[in-house]
Structure formats: C-alpha cells, structure tokens
Nanobody
C-alpha cells in the first residue's frame, strides 16, 4: 500500500502564504495524476488543483492566480504553494494520488488519500 503524508498546514493571516507538501511512500510502480482537495466545515470536498505526471495542471477558479501546484517525481512529492490566502481558503486540505502498483504478478491501479492537514486563514 501507499502512504501519503501531508505537511505544511497551519494558521496564517489573510494575505499570507503557506506551502503544503505531500510525500508518497510504499509500494509504488508509478504515481499518476496527483492533486489537492479541500473540505471546509459543512461543505463537500472540492478539487483545488491537480497535476499530471507530465506536468499539466488545472485549478479551481477560486484559486487561479494565487495557488501553484508542482511535483518532484524523483521524490514522489507534490506541493501546493498558496499565496494571497483568504479566510474562505480555510479548510482541511487532502492530498490525492493515482497509484500504479506492481503486485509481483500484475499491475493494480487505485486512488490514495492523505490524512489531511488543517489550513486556517484569519481575517
């Protein structure tokens, strides 16, 4: 199995910045698309940003121009640089990865999630 461990969350004032990291470890043949989702209290989990293993990205409209997703394939790590943070960005942020694993006899693909990291933006 693959473990995704997020770090970098915390409390920041509006207008500030944070950088989230998510490191994948375990039985990995290939990491496919990776992304960041968030879930605010009382709301559904939503996609914030995603990146393919080729580097193509897409962003939620609400974060375009403020957030940047990137990845280091050699380190199996994805990052989310968050600038100009707003109180409405407050949420638990979850890392997601499409994983291809080799079991010894066949390849298996599945979706993995991290445990989440809290981001709180004060006004």
């Amino acid at each position: 199995q693959v473990q995704l461990v997020e770090s970098g969350g915390g409390l920041v004032q509006a207008g500030g910045s944070l950088r989230l990291s998510c490191a994948a470890s375990g039985s990995i043949f290939r990491l496919n698309a990776m992304g960041w989702y968030r879930q605010a209290p009382g709301k559904q989990r939503e996609l914030v940003a995603a990146i393919t293993n080729g580097g193509s990205t897409n962003y939620a409209d609400s974060v375009k121009g403020r957030f940047t997703i990137s990845r280091d394939n050699a380190k199996n790590t994805v990052y989310l640089q968050m600038n100009s943070l707003k109180p409405e960005d407050t949420a638990v942020y979850y890392c997601n990865a499409g994983v291809t694993a080799y079991t010894g006899s066949y390849y298996r693909e599945y979706n993995a999630w991290g445990q989440g990291t809290q981001v709180t933006v004060s006004s």
